[in-house]
Nanobody, 126 residues
């Protein structure tokens, strides 16, 4: 079992930046793909970014490409989402997720991820 805990959410002005962290406990993330999803009020949960077990081949939703960066530090059992040039459409609860897979390809489907954090609120004021 892997327990995931997000941190780093908050209120930021449009154009600003935030860095989300997802710390894992209970089991190493080193053989897991990791991802971030988000859910805005009244909308379905959507894929944001993912990175494979090898820490390469990041995959991003078109809406965040060029603004968000996913990274991981297996030594710290933690992964991150650096968010820049934030806008009001980025307002959502952000969830981190992990999947026990060593596949080179990453998935954008939430059903492919075994473990989930509790979510952290990101609010962007315009």
């Amino acid at each position: 079992q892997v327990q995931l805990v997000e941190s780093g959410g908050g209120l930021v002005q449009a154009g600003g930046s935030l860095r989300l962290s997802c710390a894992a406990s209970g089991r190493t993330l080193s053989r897991c793909a990791v991802a971030w999803f988000r859910q805005a009020p009244g909308k379905v949960r959507e894929f944001v970014a993912a990175m494979n077990y090898y820490a390469v081949n990041p995959n991003y939703a078109d809406s965040v490409k060029g603004r968000f960066t996913i990274s991981r530090d297996n030594a710290k059992n933690t992964f991150y989402l650096e968010m820049n040039s934030l806008n009001a459409e980025d307002t959502a609860v952000y969830y981190c997720a992990a999947a026990q897979t060593t596949s080179y390809e990453t998935s954008y489907r939430s059903s492919d991820y075994n473990y989930w954090g509790q979510g952290t609120q990101v609010t962007v004021s315009s």
